[in-house]
Every structure is written in structure tokens, then in C-alpha cells.
């Protein structure tokens, strides 16, 4: 049966897409073939940077391509929040305003506390008014679709093996089953080796010591989230049991492992790149986490401008005048910033708050905002490095906590046309044969220690002046 696609909706949604910007030859092309003839499978939370890397296209390229898709109504965005135990996709529909900042996994049957760097994938699946798919309804899906193809992150690779996690778990599979409530069931199992049977719901059975021949009899009983106990038992015949003590119908998949599996990941969209990504706030700026949350991101860089001179100048030349000169210098400043990777947070009197996925884009944009001419102005700039929470100013995104602070106070150590990174920064910049050297037309830098209002111990930083 041919995929039901609806060719008005679609030419529609990608007429849009055309106009947003200039895309390469061939690229919408590409994504109209995909929607009208692949499988439901292939278009169900697509990794922008796989499908354009699969066609030899620029990550970037891929990111930009599916966020204006999702503006333009052929895609849904998935923030997927994925447990780095097991792989499940602990959550995987919905925007970012879905997202919690802890989450408990049904396959470890714990709660961990997530973070947008390592807990989040964000991916796209087609609208259903464009192309309705099954796993648009994920409660039908049958067993095999709901374990290979949904819960499981497609992302991950087993360390040391080289394979999929789903391809491992779809081999490794014990028992793949619906246990209906208050039932039970009986599996008969031959476990070769030591090792660890476990699965959704969490499952943990440790197989140990020698071999044996005789058929054992095990119950494993399901209740809270979980079937319980923990047995340890020799490897060998089984007669397992299982059954329901609850009044809900559950999904069961068991496997076996005869080793503790430790993952890599396919490069993929996290979180943290997303919000980091200038287009996304173009075509998704609504996207932001619920009032009163805080999402963690481990690493983010942020700078901070002011501009010397503003205030003599408005005494100067009045306000109206002032404002104008200060707005240039803002709009030349977030094209800095663009083009070098990063996003605008949001702008403060005469101050700027940027955020950047990697260190040296945040040197690089810093760099060249002081480096570029702003008449009287003489912009003074701060880069900082680390942990903060992602939360919901005014229904935009926002960095809260300590990194942004002490950005801000490293903004106020730079006199004007000057550049004031800390440590963390310049630690992970250093190797950076690019950076470094458009760095040392500026001299030598110099480690001080300066001590900051607010923050308890002394801060080492560079500075970098240019004139
Ligand atoms: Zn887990």
C-alpha cells in the first residue's frame, strides 16, 4: 500500500521551505522524495546531522534545513530525553516545554537528574497532516516497533562491539511479550554463558558460576515499575514466570548481556547544540522550557559586552541620537555572533548576553567585536565557561546560576576595546591552532588572578587588548 501522503499539504509546507532562504540545488528535492516514498521508520525522529552527513552535506546544512521544515509545518520536533544507562528514550514526543529536568528510566528503574548536554536528543518526524506515520501513535505499535524502532535511542552504538544498540538488543532478546494484568506467563530459557538478563521493566537477573544442566524454576513478579527480586542464579535451563500484579498491561522485553554495556553515540542533535543555534531561534523561538523549571546544561560558554562611552555619549549628543549609535553597535554585534555560531540571549541597556556551543566560536565572535570599529564606543568583552540552567525569562530562553554571574563580572574586569577570557575558556581554546594564533597578534597573554564581587575564589583570566 503506498504511503498516504497529502501532496497539497506538502507542496505547500515545502513551497514555504523554499522561500525561508536559498537552499543548495537538489536538497528540497531530496526531502519530497523521503516524505512521499520512504518507510515510516526513515521518517520518524530524523537525525538532521545524519541525514545530511548521509548525503554529504554539512551538519549545519541539515540542522538549518529541518528547523525550517518544522516552521513551515512538515516536520514535528522531538526533544527526546534518553537515559545513559540503558538507551531508552525515557520521553521522545513533544517540544521543550515537555521537558522536566529529572526523569525516572523504567529499564533502571531510577531516577537520574537529566542535562541538555548527555540526556538530550532532539530530532524531527514528519506532521502527521503531511504524511501520517504508526509511530504517531505509539500506543498501537506492536512489540518489535515499540522496542527496535521507538523506545530505544537509534543513536547509540555498543562500545567495543560496533553495533546499534536496537540491533543488539533485537539479537540479545529473551523474551519480546504483552503480560496482561493479573496474568502470567511461562518462558522456557537456556542461558549459555555468565552474564546479566535485564530489560524494560526493569529486570536483573545475574547469572553466575558454573554451567548446569538441570532445568530451574524462577518467578519474577511485576509491581511497582519493576519485576522483582533480583535473583542470581548459574547459567543453564530455565522455566521462567512471570506475572502481572498490577492492573495495567505491560510491555516486556528481556535480554540477555554476558557483558556491562558502555556507549558511544552517533552525532546527533543534543539540547544543548540546538539552543546554541542561531537558526533555531529564528524558526522556533517559541520554543522554550516551561515557567518555573530549570533544564541543566553542563558546559556552555557565554559572553558579555558593554560598550565605553555610552553614558558621555548620551550626555553628548542626547538620547535619541545615542540610541541610534548603540543600536548599530548591537546589530553589528549580534552579526558577529551569528556568523560565528552563537546565539543572542537577550540584550540589557547597553549589554549583550550571548551563548555558544564551543569555546573558540565564543572567542572568535569575542575577538572580532572589539576588533571591529564602533566609532566613540569601545566595546568590552567576557567570555566564561560552565554549568548553568537552562529556564524561561519571559517566555524566552535564558542561562541562570554561577557561570553566567561570573561572565558577567569577567565583562566588567575589560576596560574598552578590550577582551576578558577566564581560564576555562582559554584552557580549552589553547589548542586551537586558529585561535591561538589570531590571539597572539595581540601579544603574549597574561594569567591574573582577579578577585570578583560575589564569587569566592579569585578568578583567572586573559586579557586581550587591541588598541
Ligand atoms: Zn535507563
Not at 174 to 192: G, K, N, Q, T
Request: hydrophobic share 40%; glycine share 6%.
Amino acid at each position: 500500500m503506498p504511503p498516504a501522503v497529502d501532496t497539497t499539504q506538502l507542496s505547500e509546507a515545502l513551497t514555504q521551505l523554499e522561500r525561508a532562504q536559498a537552499w543548495p540545488p537538489g536538497l528540497l528535492d531530496e526531502l519530497r522524495d523521503l516524505i512521499s516514498s520512504a518507510t515510516d521508520e526513515a521518517l520518524f525522529q530524523i537525525n538532521p546531522v545524519s541525514y545530511a552527513t548521509a548525503r554529504g552535506r554539512a551538519p549545519e546544512l541539515g540542522i538549518a534545513l529541518f528547523l525550517h521544515a518544522a516552521r513551515a509545518g512538515l516536520m514535528q520536533i522531538d526533544w527526546s530525553l534518553r537515559c545513559c544507562g540503558c538507551g531508552e528514550l525515557v520521553s521522545n514526543r513533544g517540544g521543550l516545554a515537555q521537558l522536566d529536568s529529572d526523569f525516572y528510566c523504567d529499564s533502571c528503574a531510577r531516577s537520574s537528574a537529566a542535562n541538555l548536554d548527555e540526556n538530550v536528543e532532539v530530532a524531527f518526524t514528519v506532521a502527521p497532516s503531511v504524511r501520517p506515520l504508526r509511530f504517531h501513535a505509539p500506543d498501537s505499535l506492536s512489540l518489535e516497533d515499540y522496542f527496535y524502532r521507538f523506545r530505544f535511542s537509534r543513536d547509540i552504538v555498543i562500545r567495543g562491539l560496533d553495533k546499534p544498540l536496537v540491533a543488539f538488543l533485537r539479537e540479545q532478546a529473551l523474551i519480546l511479550a504483552w503480560l496482561e494484568p493479573d496474568a502470567e506467563l511461562v518462558f522456557e530459557l537456556d542461558i549459555p554463558e555468565q552474564g546479566w538478563v535485564v530489560g524494560h521493566p526493569r529486570t536483573m537477573i545475574t547469572t553466575i558460576g558454573a554451567p548446569t544442566r538441570e532445568r530451574r524454576e524462577l518467578t519474577l513478579d511485576y509491581h511497582d515499575r519493576a519485576f522483582h527480586p533480583r535473583p542470581e542464579l548459574a547459567p543453564g535451563p530455565v522455566r521462567l514466570t512471570l506475572r502481572n500484579k498490577t492492573a495495567e498491561r505491560v510491555r516486556v522485553l528481556k535480554y540477555f548481556t554476558p557483558i556491562v554495556t558502555y556507549f558511544d553515540y552517533l552525532p546527533h542533535l543534543s539540547g544543548r547544540r540546538l539552543l546554541n543555534n542561531p537558526e533555531f531561534r529564528r524558526c522556533l523561538g517559541t520554543e522554550v522550557v516551561r515557567p518555573g523549571t530549570g533544564i541543566p546544561v553542563k558546559d556552555c560558554t557565554l559572553l558579555f559586552t558593554d560598550l565605553r562611552g555610552s553614558t558621555a555619549m548620551y550626555d553628548l549628543i542626547g538620547d535619541n541620537a545615542a540610541f541610534e549609535l548603540v543600536t548599530e553597535s548591537f546589530e553589528v554585534m549580534a552579526q558577529i555572533v551569528t556568523r560565528c555560531g552563537g546565539v543572542v540571549v537577550k540584550t540589557m541597556g547597553d549589554a549583550i548576553m550571548a551563548s555558544f556551543n564551543h569555546p573558540a566560536d565564543g572567542v572568535r565572535a569575542g575577538l572580532q567585536i572589539i576588533l571591529n570599529e564602533h566609532g566613540e564606543l569601545q566595546p568590552k568583552v567576557g567570555l566564561h565557561r560552565g554549568p548553568c540552567i537552562v529556564v524561561n525569562q519571559n517566555d524566552m530562553v535564558d542561562y541562570f546560576g554561577q557561570t553566567v554571574n561570573v561572565a558577567a563580572r569577567v565583562q566588567g574586569e575589560a576596560a574598552g576595546n578590550e577582551l576578558c577570557l577566564t581560564e576555562a575558556v582559554w584552557d580549552d581554546v589553547r589548542e586551537d591552532q586558529a585561535v591561538a594564533a589570531s590571539l597572539a597578534e595581540f601579544g603574549e597573554l597574561q594569567r591574573e588572578l582577579r578577585a570578583l564581587k560575589g564569587v569566592s575564589e579569585p578568578v583567572p583570566l586573559y586579557r586581550v587588548r587591541v588598541r
